[in-house]
């Protein structure tokens, strides 16, 4: 069984990050769950290419004021729908503050738009949502402009993406309890990547290839859900094949997907280029959110036992 506690949902009152703050607010009212909203004030730009010039503080004062009317709104949109709700305003840089945030804070989730302001940052590994997802010591909600929540937020359908890694299974075993938690429908998908280029040892031999890479994908479906899984949960194997990103964010486009589960590896200096494939590349094109999963943040989902199956 999930349980969550706490909801943290970094905004800057943009478009994307109110549709955000709706998905964290109906995740918290789910889960009974307490919301914590949090705005980050980043330091106001001054171009002063020949020294520096002065500034009127009230300009600082004023966005100051702004900003906490803005967090007061967002606030009472929460207690709305019966949900218990804290602010927080800091200032300095979003993705440092927003993480130092999450360390402090200790959320069970964070729920957080794929850019706001920024516009075009989105597009650029080191973002402030991507080095959030990255760093955070919890899983990390990504909502992208593409999302409905107004239509009403649910998870009747989640896709869960594996490739047979431990990072993989720890986002399986998120999704499975996800899956039990709302009873819907968990779609495990393995993608088959293609047929290497031929080089120095010659041309592959195509269809065995292909037998052997789709031994391989039912093997890793079967080790990653025991028996008893698949008979207590609404679960839909699948293989494909393709460039995974591509296939992920097709699968997610033709079952109409609630929210993709992804692993995301490591949270050190090299896990940037690991991070800059296809994870990254769902996160940047999909139109549902994505739940991403890394090693750190699997340690407290579930509050009862996950069969040892799901994790290979």
């Known amino acids: 069984m999930l349980t969550l506690r706490s909801v943290l949902c970094p905004t800057d009152f943009s478009a994307v990050s109110v549709k955000a703050e709706v998905y964290a607010t109906a995740i918290a009212r789910h889960f ?37 009317a803005d967090l007061s709104a967002a606030a009472d949109r929460a207690r709305t729908a019966g949900v218990p709700v804290e602010t927080t305003l800091r200032g300095g840089q979003p993705a440092r503050e927003i993480l130092t945030a999450a360390s402090e804070m200790r959320p ?29 010591p ?40 996800l899956a039990r938690e709302t009873d819907h429908q968990l779609t495990v998908l393995y993608v088959i990547e293609p047929v290497p280029a031929a080089g120095e040892f010659g041309a592959l031999d195509v269809a065995e290839y292909q037998r052997l890479g789709e031994a391989h994908a039912r093997q890793v479906l079967r080790d990653a859900v025991s028996d008893e899984t698949r008979a207590s949960c609404r679960l839909d194997e699948r293989i494909a094949t393709g460039k995974p990103s591509e296939r992920i ?50 340690e407290a989902p579930a509050s009862g036992p996950v069969p040892a199956a799901t994790v290979v």
């Open 249 to 298: 964010l097709d699968a997610a486009a033709v079952d109409r997907a609630d929210v993709i589960v992804m692993g995301v590896r490591g949270r050190g200096a090299i896990d940037v280029f690991a991070f800059g494939s296809t994870t990254n590349e769902v996160v940047r094109r999909a139109t549902c959110p994505v739940l991403a999963v890394h090693p750190a943040a699997t």
């Open 138 to 177: 919890c899983p990390v909600m990504v909502v992208p402009p593409g999302a409905h929540p107004e239509s009403g937020v649910r998870f009747a359908r989640i896709l869960c993406p594996i490739d047979g890694s431990a990072t993989s299974a720890d986002a399986l075993t998120y999704a499975l309890s």
């Open 32 to 68: 009974a769950a307490s919301l914590h909203l949090l705005h980050v004030d980043p330091p106001m730009p001054i171009l002063a290419p020949y020294g520096e010039i002065p500034v009127d503080p009230r300009i600082f004062e004023d966005q100051r004021e702004a900003a906490l």
């Open 108 to 136: 069970d989730l964070v729920v957080i738009g794929t850019h706001g302001h920024g516009g075009v940052e989105h597009l650029l590994l080191g973002s402030v949502t991507e080095k959030v997802m990255r760093k955070a």
